[in-house]
């Protein structure tokens, strides 16, 4: 397979904005490739089950191969070697909204980021909905007794915004390599984008935000912001012109982002901002839908998906990651992401010319919360039927 490959210094260099001070490093990133991976490949491996609609899983990369997932219903359980611990790590059901417990909600328990220096300073941050309906994004501690259990008296709510309508609430929040916290909010709700929320900035729906969670309480706002200074947005704004975002990711090699927006009647997508973005994006829903004209008015200059398909595969994209593992080397710079109604999965990746390219991948037939990453790279997918799957290299014939 043909692959284009960066230095990783250079890498670094663009993500951070800085030269390193130590000798450069000898790795290479591949972020080309010339073919498509085959799902023969690999193997779906049911590493958990039983849980209660999970949506995401995640670790908290302090070297302890823990992996947690997230209840909808509020609670956070941890995974070590397959095993789920007999009570949760965390447990906020008593904070969120009831309508979590319904056959279909938008609302509950939503993201799960733990802090750059979690295995130092045992930070982690929680997205929910509350009983009043409105977006909290909360700041836990964990126990100084015991690492597997949180410190349930600890938790401060740092972000509040009223939400208008029961759905499109976003809900994923994680750091970005520059240590900052990123936090999607959806339109608002409703349908159609009633209140226009997408295209305007003096609006946080709508938008991802980026804040600052560690130099001021309840956070302060990074200088570099793109809007920071303009009247007519908000600080808090890296970009907009978002419905509902349903999970967004970091490559861990490279730190480009990969946003999957959830769509309206028409087009699901997916959206790529470079590592060396500063931010300001218009990916411009309620004007477009994908790359279809929607709501009339201007998005000049917004910038157009990496991918969109048809409701004829599906109705709700759910983003995944890039692959950056070692276990399956046939995977490497693919991004994997899926559908949540109909379970089909596809992989994106980019050819020997940049240009994009999209393959169906698989067709699991899964409900597809969410995806996630273990400390080495590998990816799980979650069924919010209650199972969790790894993607392992495939059995030998």
């Known amino acids: 397979m043909k692959t284009y490959l960066i230095p990783i210094t250079l890498v670094l260099i663009l993500c951070l904005g800085s030269s390193l001070a130590q000798e450069p490093e000898e790795a290479m990133i591949t972020i080309t490739r010339d073919s498509a991976p085959s799902v023969e490949d690999v193997a779906f491996s049911e590493i958990a089950s039983g849980f209660n609609r999970p949506l995401y899983v995640t670790n908290p990369d302090d070297g302890s191969e823990r992996l947690f997932v997230l209840e909808q219903t509020g609670q956070v359980w941890i995974l070590k070697d397959g095993i789920r611990a007999q009570q949760p790590f965390l447990n906020i059901s008593g904070l969120i909204s009831a309508s979590a417990n319904r056959t279909y909600s938008e609302q509950g328990l939503l993201g799960l980021a733990f802090h750059p220096e979690y295995s130092a300073n045992g930070r982690f941050f929680v997205n929910y909905t509350d009983r009043g309906g409105s977006t909290v994004v909360a700041r836990y501690q964990v126990s100084l007794s015991n690492p597997d259990i949180a410190d349930a008296g600890s938790g401060q709510i740092i972000f509040q915004l009223r939400q208008p309508y029961a759905n499109h609430n976003g809900g994923h929040i994680d750091f970005g390599p520059d240590g900052y916290l990123y936090i999607t909010l959806g339109d608002g709700g409703s349908a159609n ?111 157009q998906p990496a991918f969109e398909y048809s409701h004829a595969l599906g109705c709700s ?81």
Do not use: K
């Open 193 to 303: 984008d009633p209140l226009g929320a997408g295209q305007n900035r003096q609006l946080l729906l709508g938008s991802m935000l980026r804040i600052d969670v560690d130099s001021a309480l309840p956070y302060a706002i990074p200088p570099d912001n793109p809007f920071v200074g303009d009247d007519a947005a908000q600080d808090e704004i890296w970009a907009y012109g978002l419905r509902n975002v349903w999970r967004f990711s970091f490559d861990r090699a490279t730190g480009d982002m990969y946003l999957a927006d959830v769509g309206q009647n028409l087009l699901e997508e997916v959206n790529f901002q470079p590592a060396a973005s500063g931010g300001g994006e218009n990916y411009g829903w309620n004007v477009w839908e994908g790359t279809n004209p929607f709501a009339g008015g201007n998005a000049s200059g917004h910038v």
């Open 317 to 397: 994209v759910t983003g995944g990651y890039v692959y950056r593992g070692s276990a399956i080397p046939q995977l490497e710079a693919v991004y994997l992401f899926g559908d949540y109604c109909t379970g089909r999965m596809w992989a994106m990746y980019r050819d020997a010319d940049l240009n994009w390219q999209t393959d169906e991948f698989a067709n699991t037939g899964w409900a597809i919360s969410s995806f996630g990453e273990d400390e080495n790279g590998e990816i799980y997918v979650v069924d919010y039927s209650g199972t969790i799957y790894r993607i392992d290299p495939a059995l030998p014939s």
